[in-house]
């Protein structure tokens, strides 16, 4: 299984800019499919973008235009860059990775949204 850690949550005003990072403990380039997800209280745990190994990239409709998802194989990263945040994007960000038919989860980096 692969293990996932994820850094660059934080705080930032309404307008703002986070980046958010995923590191894997094996090459991604042999990761079939990674993603970022989010949850927030009471919600279910929602698809935000998705990367595969075959290049393409895939944005859950309320983040075309303001999310982009990349990968670093020479770092095993998998990035996300928010940009125009609301306060309506303020959840805990998971990285998901789905490797050899098992799927994989990081523990979750918090990002709060507000003036």
């Known amino acids: 299984q692969v293990q996932l850690v994820e850094s660059g949550g934080g705080s930032v005003q309404p307008g703002g800019s986070l980046q958010l990072s995923c590191t894997a403990s094996k090459r991604i380039s042999t990761i079939s499919t990674m993603s970022w997800y989010r949850q927030t209280p009471g919600n279910q745990r929602e698809l935000v973008a998705q990367s595969t190994n075959g290049g393409s990239r895939n944005y859950a409709r309320p983040f075309e235009g303001r999310f982009t998802i990349s990968r670093d194989n020479t770092r095993n990263t998998v990035s996300l860059q928010m940009n125009r945040l609301t306060p309506e994007d303020t959840a805990v960000y998971y990285c998901?990775?789905?490797?050899?038919?098992?799927?994989?989860w990081g523990q979750g980096t918090q990002v709060t949204v507000s003036s």
């Open positions: 998901y990775a789905l490797s050899g038919g098992r799927t994989s």
